[in-house]
């Protein structure tokens, strides 16, 4: 294992300054092309935050990881469980009943069945997403009697991966609108506009899927395999 990076007090805080130089100055660059950059340098920023060993400085420069999950949790909290999946097994057919429908392949053409794995929640307090770079697989565990509505949270983060990688929070706003999109698609409007409430109430930022990069992406992506 390596060891523990630490670093002083003024190290970090002069880093934090020129995070912030370099942010600010990208902010005002026209064009996608410093996109990739500004991701660079807010992964960056999180880092130094996750490494700082003061209490203090992690308190004044709080990490900006994932901002919304708190507020997401709750949101989803304002969707009624109409159906709680209590075994591995159900869990594992309700995933598959998503992955194979049509809308669902069309958008995300690499996570096919074969690409999941369904486990049983290490602990008991969360149900998890994990995926693998190297092998492109992704793992979905689940705590006992989660409800679909999870199934489709971790399976949001699935879907933002394969258009985001680690590029952004884990729950920001392409998140948020990937997890309602599978929502209205898998379990009907009227569970999609509880959830959409559910955001309002919560002050959840989601961008609608058709207005997102990934999606762009992807329709460009099948238009270039569809070509003869
Ligand atoms: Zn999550």
Redo the contacts with the bound molecule.
Sequence with gaps: MPPALRIGAEEWEYLQERIQTITDALEHQPGDTLKDWEWEIKRLAWSLHDIAQDNELRQKYPSRRDAQRAKLYRAEGAVERRSRLTTVVDQQICLQSVLRQDWFRAWFPELTPDRFVVARAKTQDRSTHDADPATRNHVLSFVDAAPDTTVL?ELA?ACHYAWYQRRTA??DANFAGILLWLTVSYLGKAVGRQLAQGYVTAGVKFTHVHQQPGYADARAAAKLTNTP
Excluded: C, N, Q, V
């Design positions: 949270h983060h884990p729950h």
